[in-house]
């Protein structure tokens, strides 16, 4: 008795095992067959586009003084001087910002009967400058020619230009549009030469978004780039789909 209730046991085992391997091949076969069925291919659009905003920043300041009056009244004639030299250059007063003035301890680290000591040197203040135009040109030929106020006594500590495309959001989808586009093409020519046809799409992942000084050698990151150092641009977009093929 008791060796046909193990005989019988074995018997069930075996079943399912067989059962379950027999599923297991059948899911496998479906994956392959799903996998064999199917063509992956990467997509690309690119343009060129010429930046229309220009934002430049800058600053002028005053030099290491415990005056700070006087280092304030300073500040003011400098701005004067400077909103002044922008009126005679053209850009509007309306493109304009001048930000807080911001003061900073100078200090410097020296020998003092013997010692090393922090010394404190007196303030310095800074006034940012911001110019947000449309006028890209004569934004960036005024930025080159700031060095002028050197000679009227103001001291400029920096000038940045950076440049952007407002249109970005449009331009983003149309090349999206196209890129899928040429991911269909690229499929169809795969699949003619394997004798095959395209079918539905199956899945789609967009690649980064790339944009790169024209010419510029930028290397090319799946995060995406953003070059604001340029005026003329290239923009770039992948996208990788995959299309059933029958």
């Known amino acids: ?46 343009e060129n586009v010429t930046s229309d905003v220009a934002v430049f920043t800058s600053s002028f300041s005053t030099p290491t003084t415990n005056d700070i009056k006087g280092a304030y009244q300073k500040m003011a004639n400098d701005r004067k001087i400077v909103e002044e030299f922008f009126k005679q250059k053209g850009i509007p007063a309306n493109t304009v910002s001048f930000e807080t003035i911001s003061m900073q301890e100078n200090t410097e680290y020296t020998k003092v009967d013997g ?43 920096y000038t940045n230009r950076s440049f952007y ?14 890129a899928s586009e040429d991911a269909r093409s690229r499929a169809d020519a795969i699949a003619n030469g394997s004798k095959c046809k395209v079918g539905k799409l199956q899945r789609s992942q967009m690649g980064g978004f790339q944009i790169s000084g024209l010419y510029a050698n930028e290397e090319y990151s799946w995060a995406g780039n953003f070059n604001t150092s340029d005026k003329e641009k290239t923009i770039t977009v992948t996208v990788k789909n995959s299309y059933a093929v029958h």
């Open 165 to 178: 495309y407002s249109k970005l959001k449009e331009k983003k989808l149309e090349l999206l549009r196209r």
């Open 115 to 157: 010692e090393y000591k922090t010394v404190k040197l007196g303030y310095i203040l800074r006034q940012p400058i911001r110019v947000v135009s449309n006028n890209v040109d004569l934004v960036d030929k005024v930025s080159r020619e700031m060095g002028e106020l050197l000679d009227k006594g103001v001291f400029i500590d």
């Open 1 to 46: 008795m008791k060796t046909s209730f193990y005989s019988l046991l074995s018997i069930v085992i075996v079943a399912v095992a067989f059962v379950l391997g027999l599923v297991w091949a059948s899911t496998k076969l479906v994956q392959i067959r799903r996998t064999a069925k199917e063509i992956s291919v990467t997509g690309h659009a690119e």
